[in-house]
């Protein structure tokens, strides 16, 4: 198995809207990735997508090598949690277990026993009238104990506060080193994830804007900060991801395979959430200033 | 996946049991009142000229008081039940999963979306069937006096809620709901679309179909004047006479009064018999004496079972139409 999620040209429509354009992806298996994006990047019709929930509207995936919810054991070795992690408001929370063990045939009953009493869930408890944060809980207890390769999850941390979420990507955390499984959660708060994953893609404006594992993207980027008249040109090698100007002075985040080497400009590199947010800014401007271009520093 | 099914089903399936256990129960404690009022007013047994004055008094005792309630009841529920299992089983089944986003559940299990409807959809057309198929066996018992009374069963009213037809009905609108439920993705929709779907059904089979589901008897008869429907002159002498068909029972679908060569019977009136100073015996012995004849075209009471297999073969053809419909739809089209 080499790739978890492989997408060529992905497109989906709605009328004349793209939720998602032309996405050209590949996320190695045995990741923990990081899906992030501002709201209505495409996030949700991305998972939506590699789930078999939505079908295409041209362009490829692939999920563990096969198309999406391609047949029953395509569909055993991909576990969902759809945002805001819905459940059945009627069953019980037992009711789902036993739903999760009639219906997967890699179910581990021990696992979900064990998560909803660890979790302190009352089983004859209806799904209904249990708290957002619990509902997430048991809306991945019945994704984990199906032991998936691929666990798709949208937005998980969402209902759960500060404290909650952290123990809850934790624990998830523990449980995907455990089962070796592949991992993709999307979020847009990347404080979220920084912690967890060792892949990111970013997700702006229906595009994909960077994909990479981690060492390598926060190891190739920098912000340099310093008079205009000295960031008028970039360094060689360095490619502009987004400028800003205040006055006179002026900050540039650049991708540059090279270590940045330049006079009278303070270089550093970026964490994770400020590079994201130069990519989401960069998606989110009219068109790129008409700064020294990539091809015009080289 | 039949276990999820049957969890998601189970309260409307106790409730509809409880509901025709009442229907059941209801039958049996009054049918056998019916059964004895029938047979002790003599209408069964008869031969001769007294027989439907015996039979309309029969039905005007049956047809009044408690047993009259229950017949109206028992109509409404099986005439009713395929309507409401569409509205409230049918157009749910998948519409309910969209709306309240808990499809991303059921359709992220190692279940294909085809293994996860087959059952849903089998069971609830199982139990819509089993449940019209059942109310209607006891109404069709129950009301066995009044419908021999009647001489036929022909009528839309009475119809629709005897035999097979009922079970025709309740696949047709389970299946269309699910459709239109499928189709539509909200539930309010669906089942509004799903109503008026089922009941357009059963009123173009009704008005324009079932008459002509097997080519109707055509019968030309001398004009029988003893009982007579519309007896009407105008001033210019124009006249329209319309006598009942004498086949009691019968689903008439035309009805004219011919003359003797053939043509349409208008009049003229003869001013020297029919006039307001004269008897109006006198007007209708006059028109007996012409030669008029009455040309019936009609469905004879004989063919309820024929008509009720064949109506209900086409209404089982399109469930099967709208289900396959329905699969491919949840299959292909959502996503």
Redesign the interface.
Known sequence: MTSALTTRGLTKRYGRHAALDDCTLDIPAGRVVALVGPNGAGKSTLLGLAAGLLRPTSGEIEVLGDAPASGPDQLARVGFVAQDSPTYANLSVADHLELGRRLNPRWDAKLAQRRVADLGLDAGQKAGRLSGGQRAQLALTLALAKRPDLLLLDEPAASLDPLARREFLQGLMAHVVDHEASVVLSSHLVSDLERVCDHVVVLAGSRVQLAGDLDEVTGTHYRLTGDVRDLDDLPPGAELVHATDNGRHRTVVVHSALPVVADRVQVEQLGLEDLVLAYMARAAAPTPRPLSSPEAAR | ?S??AW??FRAQGYLALLLLACFGVLAVVTGPHLADLYSRSGSASCTGDRCSELAQSFLNTAKSGFSGTVLTVGVLAVIGFPILAGVFWGAPLVSRELE??????A???????T?WLLPRLGLVLGAAAATAGLASLALTWWASPIDSAQGGRLQPGVYLARGIVPIGYALLAVALGALLGAVVRRTVPAMATTFAGVAAVMLTFSLWLRPHLIPPVHANVPLDLRDIRTFAETNGGHMEIVVNFAQKGALVLSNRTLTPEGKLFVGPADPTQCSRDLPGQRCIDWVGSLGLRQDVTYQPASRFWDLQLIETGILVVLAAAAAGLCVWWVRRRI?
């Open positions: 996946m276990w999820l969890r998601l309240s986003g808990t499809y991303p559940v359709w992220t299990q190692s279940v294909t979306r293994r996503g």
